[in-house]
């Protein structure tokens, strides 16, 4: 168990639609960061927040944003779905030296 | 553009067999390196790192080689035991921005007894 925790486990919504994914980082530790891993490809860096701000950005779409909360949990918001967004979703804690990830969101739209 | 590459999409070894995994890269300011291993229904967990300040560094069974003229490294493990049938991601990130981990598409290892 890493200690970062994610909701919900399973997301099936159809195209148009608008979710949001949910992380909550290892007690202590203020970074999340965002990846997107689609069918037989590696994890794609989304976005990286620390303490509440947004400090590394990757190739995240224009319909996806996100945001880091005060107690440090971090939505991931992704609207006007595509069937091209369904993947596997994993946000992770700790440093860019180690990062403990979530067991993350699988997203399927259809 | 793939700036790092793990050329071989699966691997299979022996038990008690030394397993290398390769990861290519194209970026030079890559500075950091890192191995993840990946169980189905999981996410990865940190396995190994490297500065580029060094070419070697060991774990235990896990050894990870760095190549900066060629800009190749490579994760050996010694012996390979099926517990290690997972997939693995090689990861980089530049020194412009470290937080801006890069992974590569990994390598699926099976581990037969």
């Known amino acids: 168990d890493s200690g970062v925790t994610q909701t919900p486990k399973h997301l099936i919504t159809a195209t148009g639609q608008r979710v949001t994914l949910r992380c909550s980082p290892r007690?202590?530790?203020?970074?999340v960061y965002w990846y997107q891993q689609s069918l037989d490809q590696g994890l794609q860096f989304l976005i990286h927040?620390?303490?509440?701000?947004?400090?590394a950005k990757g190739n995240i779409l224009e319909r996806f944003s996100a945001q880091q909360f005060p107690d440090l949990h971090s939505e991931l918001n992704l609207s006007s779905l595509e069937l091209g967004d369904s993947a596997l979703y994993f946000c992770?804690?700790?440093?860019?030296?180690?990062?403990?990830f979530g067991p993350g969101t699988r997203l399927t739209v259809l | 553009d793939q700036q790092v590459k793990q050329n071989s999409p699966s691997l299979s070894v022996q038990e008690g067999r030394i397993s290398i995994l390769n990861c290519d890269y194209t970026?030079?300011?890559?500075?950091?390196f890192l191995w993840y291993k990946k169980y189905p229904a999981e996410g990865p967990t940190f396995l190994i790192s490297?500065?580029?300040?060094?070419d070697k560094n060991e774990d235990g069974r896990f050894t990870v080689f760095l190549n900066k003229s060629a800009k190749h490294l490579s994760l050996h493990i010694v012996p390979s035991q099926p517990g290690d049938s997972a997939v693995y991601f090689c990861?980089?990130?530049?020194?412009?921005?470290?937080?801006?981990?890069?992974f590569g598409p990994g390598t699926s290892l099976s581990v037969i007894p």
């Open positions: 927040y620390y303490n509440g701000e947004e400090r």
């Open positions: 490297i500065s580029s300040i060094k």
């Open positions: 992770a804690s700790g440093g860019y030296n180690e990062q403990f």
């Open positions: 990861a980089a990130s530049p020194k412009t921005s470290y937080d801006k981990v890069i």
């Open positions: 007690s202590g530790d203020l970074s």
């Open positions: 970026n030079s300011m890559f500075d950091y």
